[in-house]
Nanobody, 124 residues
Framework: QVQLVESGGGLVQAGGSLRLSCAAS????????MGWFRQAPGQERESVAV????????YYEDSVKGRFTISRDNAKNTVYLQMNSLKPEDTARYYC?????????????????WGQGTQVTVSS
């Protein structure tokens, strides 16, 4: 069992930045791929960014490429999402998820453990 706690969400103006953090309860997450997903009201949850176990392989959804950066610190059991140049369409609840898999899967149904999410609201 892995418990995940996200933090760092909030209200920001368009063009601003936020850094999301997700801390895992497990003693080590080195064998787990980690991802950030988001869900806006009335929409399906979509993958935003994922990172493999070593951090050497990442995936980004097209709309966030060049603006968002996913990273991880295995010593702190934490994954981050640096979000720059935020747009109103980035407004959503952001969820962290992990799965015991080295290959950084990008589909939400491939992830086993989920956090409760943190709200990101970008005003125009």
């Amino acid at each position: 069992q892995v418990q995940l706690v996200e933090s760092g969400g909030g209200l920001v103006q368009a063009g601003g930045s936020l850094r999301l953090s997700c801390a895992a309860s497990r003693r080590t997450i080195s064998g787990y791929s980690m991802g950030w997903f988001r869900q806006a009201p009335g929409q399906e949850r979509e993958s935003v960014a994922v990172i493999n176990t070593s951090g050497g392989s990442t995936y980004y959804e097209d709309s966030v490429k060049g603006r968002f950066t996913i990273s991880r610190d295995n010593a702190k059991n934490t994954v981050y999402l640096q979000m720059n140049s935020l747009k109103p369409e980035d407004t959503a609840r952001y969820y962290c998820a992990v799965v015991l898999n080295t290959g950084a899967p990008i589909r939400r149904w491939e992830y086993k453990y989920w956090g409760q999410g943190t709200q990101v609201t970008v005003s125009s």
